[in-house]
């Protein structure tokens, strides 16, 4: 985020974006896919998020093409986080951090998303296991789709809602981290005033994953108002809103550079 600025990229292979891309909606229309997005964007962002349902849908060869977009983006020097919002018991959700956070495994990446939505505790092998290998997780915390509030800003027993509950355990991962620890939380762009007005503390001392930026219909320019004295903690993540300038790799980078310097504009980086 320092060198590059806290854009976050999204790699989302919609069919409706392989089609406008002039790719067949199969594996090697895939993999075409990542490779230009790779390709444009992976030594100028900080982040690329690839979307793991476009690359499942595809079976074990959309499971290579994601393989390949991943080692390619993090040798090229993007972090990658895979957006792929596990959340299992403990024992399982043990697999899942094998898959996402050991070094040794073909889907390594940088941090994953994950759902805390089977209480954050069922979290820990994930936790330790980012730990361990020097990366981290993005948990769910105050989601981009207006669905989410029923469950994340729902009042537990103690007064607080779901949402304050996650991003205090994450609070507490990551004290003592300087700058940021790499405990984030998901918290959508889309959500204007409404963080403030509910009193929500989003210093987690941990990134802030801003998905909603583009196609959902949040602008860069709603980003203070969303985070408060936060936003320097945030990563706009914009996925349809940069890929719909593809395939043309030049428009791509235009695209993000644009939101780069929109999101610098009001974020101060
Ligand atoms: O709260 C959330 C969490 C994750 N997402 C994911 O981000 C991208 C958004 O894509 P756009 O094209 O920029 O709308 C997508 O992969 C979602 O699954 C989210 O939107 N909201």
Redesign the pocket.
Known sequence: MDTRGPLCV?I?PHASLLQAWGLDDDPAGLERFARTVVDALADRVAVLKP?SAFFERFGSRGIAVLERAVADARAAGALVLM?AKRGDIGSTMAAYAAAYLDPSSPLFSDAVTVSPYLGYGSLRPAVEAARASGSGIFA?AL???PEGAEVQRAVGADGRTVAETVLAHLKAENAGEEPLGSFGA?V?ATLGGTIAEAGIDLETGGPLLA??V???GATPADLPKVFGPSVANVVP?????VLRHGPNAAALRAAAGRLAGEIGAVVGS
């Open positions: 999204g989302d979307q957006d769910l989601t981009s789709n998901v959508g998905p909603g583009g196609a959902q993540s914009v996925s349809r809103g």
